[in-house]
T-cell receptor, first 114, second 114 residues
Framework: GNSVTQMEGPVTLSEEAFLTINCTYT??????LFWYVQYPGEGLQLLLK?????DKGSNKGFEATYRKETTSFHLEKGSVQVSDSAVYFC?????????????FGKGTHLIIQP | KAGVTQTPRYLIKTRGQQVTLSCSPI?????VSWYQQTPGQGLQFLFE???????NKGNFPGRFSGRQFSNSRSEMNVSTLELGDSALYLC?????????????FGPGTRLTVL
């Protein structure tokens, strides 16, 4: 079946540090890949997505590249801010006929200290 | 454009009762999915509706059910509540048919079962 593996954390960084959150996946076919972010007390917000191999998703300074050969979709940001503190979820979804819901990783709790 | 709305935001029930949660998708979106979020199991897919028909279903017991109305609004029902049903229930909507489009999440309904 489908699965997503990501570091759970918490990951603690200082402001302006470089961020990498690793995400690897197992899936049949060619899934679409997503990063969602959840701030305290809120639902999930789509951060970025990629729908095919070598696609790069980007938003708000965050980037992730769909690497089919390593089945990975690592999230990166060059300089984090205190406001980036949140839980980040990597997710996949099979596309096309017979597609089911999103499969999520366990989430990575990110804490940015001033 | 208004986002996905969920009502109520908070709910407290006792074991054995039943509960109905409501979700209004983004205007124009025709697909609605439901997810359960718990600290132990993380985010898990419940079911997905499109054009008033359940298109996909996750691995949950029959106590969990849902439906979608002609205006795309959706409800989910949990009967004979158990303590383990305490969770954040998230609704997500997407524009078109399942598996083809990005899902946008609401703020969730926090259900506490005593």
């Amino acid at each position: 079946g489908n699965s997503v593996t990501q570091m759970e954390g918490p990951v603690t960084l200082s402001e302006e540090a470089f961020l990498t959150i690793n995400c690897t996946y197992t899936a049949t076919g060619y899934p679409s890949l997503f990063w969602y972010v959840q701030y305290p007390g809120e639902g999930l917000q789509l951060l970025l997505k990629a729908t095919k191999a070598d696609d790069k998703g980007s938003n708000k300074g965050f980037e992730a590249t769909y690497r089919k050969e390593t089945t990975s979709f690592h999230l990166e940001k060059g300089s984090v801010q205190v406001s980036d503190s949140a839980v980040y979820f990597c997710a996949l979804r099979r596309t096309g006929g017979g597609a089911d819901g999103l499969t999520f990783g366990k989430g990575t709790h990110l804490i940015i200290q001033p | 454009k208004a986002g996905v709305t969920q009502t109520p935001r908070y709910l407290i029930k006792t074991r054995g009762q039943q509960v109905t949660l409501s979700c209004s998708p983004i205007s124009g979106h025709r697909s609605v999915s439901w997810y359960q979020q718990t600290p132990g199991q993380g985010l898990q897919f419940l079911f997905e509706y499109f054009s008033e028909t359940q298109r996909n279903k996750g691995n949950f017991p029959g106590r969990f059910s849902g439906r979608q109305f002609s205006n795309s609004r959706s409800e989910m029902n949990v009967s004979t509540l158990e303590l383990g049903d305490s969770a954040l229930y998230l609704c997500a909507s997407s524009l078109t048919a399942p598996g083809t489009d990005t899902q946008y999440f609401g703020p969730g309904t926090r259900l506490t079962v005593l």
